[in-house]
């Protein structure tokens, strides 16, 4: 295979209502982005129990810019995306959902935005169709307040559907964390940077993958990675506790000279309950910490790699 001018990265999971679809309307798109047809599209399976591998194998047999990714179990959406990152030899990158979320047809945009010098074309919603109105308001919520807390700011209703450089990639490649948020760290990266708004369609076919479980480890992974605003609110919180269990002190000695003496145990309960509570939720947020530095501390790879397919021949084994 020569020059590889634009790679896509798909991660799919559980995806086999969608994926022929998906590869027709994608390869259609880079062609019309890459008329020479120098790309490759590298399908990440992560952990599918459908049959999405099947699906992608067959479309390996036919077509040899098809890359197949197969990792050994479901790592999540970040992760699948950073294994397909590793693989990725083009001079450019194009990130996107294999649901069709993400309209292909945009990819001749990306490119041309990226013509005029950019490093990084983020695609930013300026609407979202058939998602559930508690999705759109958290997903609204959310941006809002990791582009205040994080530094560099995130811009806000933006996800992974974006146009990467070389060099944006391999710096991605270079960061070792294991709890990834990938547009934070290439909003970390910096660089000349773009948003090229669209509209985000409605799903294809099947359901959401990000279960509520997911979406909420996602935003943890976000603030804890980017923000250390939380440790800092665990000792404005305990300075506030304090100014507290100070004036009820006051209170109580002034009642007591004064006026009636208030009933001990009311004063004491709503104290311990507070107290308590303030307590376990710092003791938390240093859990939150601890428990990244722990998993960064056992420097895992990433993801393992069961098999890789391209051009039609099946290579190595391996981490990435
Ligand atoms: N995905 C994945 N692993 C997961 C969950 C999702 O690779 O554990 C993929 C999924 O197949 C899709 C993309 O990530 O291509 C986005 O997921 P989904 O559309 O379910 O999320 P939503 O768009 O609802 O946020
Ligand atoms: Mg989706």
Not at 89 to 116: C, S, T
Not at 169 to 181: I, K, T
Request: include cysteine; charge should be neutral.
């Amino acid at each position: 295979m020569g020059t590889v001018k634009l790679s896509i990265v798909a991660p799919c999971y559980n995806e086999e209502e969608v994926i022929s679809e998906f590869y027709r309307r994608l390869s259609d798109s880079c062609l019309d982005a890459v008329p020479s047809g120098e790309f490759e599209m590298i399908f990440v399976n992560d952990g599918s129990i459908d049959s999405t591998p099947q699906i992608l194998l067959d479309l390996t047999r036919n077509d040899e810019r098809v890359v197949f990714v197969d990792l050994f179990r479901n790592h999540g959406h970040q992760l699948a995306v950073s294994a397909g990152l590793m693989q990725a030899q083009g001079d450019r990158v194009m990130l996107i959902d294999a649901d069709l979320q993400d309209p292909p047809e945009l990819l001749p945009d990306f490119m041309r935005k990226m013509n005029e010098g950019f490093d990084v074309v983020y695609g930013q919603r300026i609407s979202r169709e058939g998602e559930t109105t508690f999705k759109r308001s958290s997903a609204a919520l959310f941006y809002r307040f990791m582009s205040r807390l994080s530094s560099p700011p995130i811009p806000v209703d933006t996800g992974d559907f974006r146009l990467l450089t070389r060099e944006v990639v391999e710096q991605l490649n270079r960061m070792p964390e294991s709890h990834r948020f990938i547009r934070g760290m290439v909003a970390w990266i910096g660089g000349r940077q773009t948003p090229l708004q669209y509209e985000r369609a409605s799903r294809f076919a099947g359901e959401t993958k990000y279960t509520l479980s997911k979406m909420v480890r996602l935003a943890f992974d976000a603030i804890t990675g980017f923000s250390d605003a939380p440790l800092r609110l665990a000792i404005m919180m305990s300075v506030a506790a304090t100014v507290v269990a100070l004036s009820m002190i006051v209170y109580v000695i002034i009642s007591f000279f004064f006026f009636e003496p208030a009933p001990g145990w009311t004063s004491l309960g709503i104290i311990m309950l507070v107290f308590s509570a303030v307590q376990l939720f710092c003791i938390g947020i240093l859990g939150e910490y601890v428990g990244r530095i722990f998993v960064q501390a056992k420097q895992r790879p990433l993801t393992h790699v069961r098999a890789i397919i391209r051009g039609g021949t099946q290579s190595k084994h391996g981490d990435t």
